[in-house]
């Protein structure tokens, strides 16, 4: 899959969510409801060359999913010690699990409001 097109998808997911929004935040497509809740690296980042996502998270799931399968998901600098999670996006992407893992990261940041109007 091209950047272009992983980032498509991602897009796809994101701005499903109500008051979803994208901007371009240190280079790459980010994801906010009010605050970030998923950052999108279509090329690679930080010494990673596979496109990866990272996603907010509630207390604990970054360590059971780390814990689980530690070659698709890892602990990102800089909002790893939030709790935020890290998912590889090359090889064989499980679109349905990415879409659970952005809405988990939409729940976690957006607003009682928004989640009520998601939850309609």
Same mark, same amino acid.
């Given at each position: 899959?091209?950047?272009?097109?992983?980032?498509?998808?991602?897009?796809?997911?994101?701005?499903?969510?109500?008051?979803?929004?994208?901007?371009?935040?240190?280079?790459?497509?980010?994801?906010f409801?009010?605050?970030q809740?998923?950052?999108?690296?279509?090329?690679?980042?930080?010494?990673? #060359?596979?496109?990866?996502? +990272?996603?907010?998270? %509630?207390?604990?799931?970054? !360590?059971?999913?780390?814990?689980?399968? $530690?070659? *698709?998901?890892?602990?990102?600098?800089?909002?790893?010690?939030?709790?935020?999670?890290?998912?590889?996006? #090359?090889?064989?992407?499980? +679109?349905?699990?990415? %879409?659970?893992?952005?809405? !988990?990261?939409?729940?976690?940041?957006? $607003?009682? *409001?928004?989640?009520?109007?998601?939850?309609?």
């Open positions: 899959m091209t950047p272009q097109q992983l980032t498509d998808r991602v897009r796809e997911i994101c701005l499903r969510f109500p008051e979803g929004a994208e901007r371009i935040t240190h280079g790459s497509p980010g994801f409801v009010r605050k809740f998923v950052m999108l690296w279509p090329h690679g980042h930080h010494g990673r #060359d596979e496109p990866h996502l +990272w996603a907010a998270a %509630a207390a604990g799931v970054q !360590d059971e999913v780390v814990g689980a399968d $530690p070659e *698709r998901f890892f602990v990102p600098p800089y909002v790893g010690g939030r709790g935020w999670v890290g998912m590889r996006l #090359d090889g064989e992407v499980d +679109w349905d699990e990415v %879409a659970e893992i952005c809405e !988990d990261a939409y729940r976690h940041i957006a $607003p009682p *409001r928004l989640l009520r109007d998601l939850d309609r």
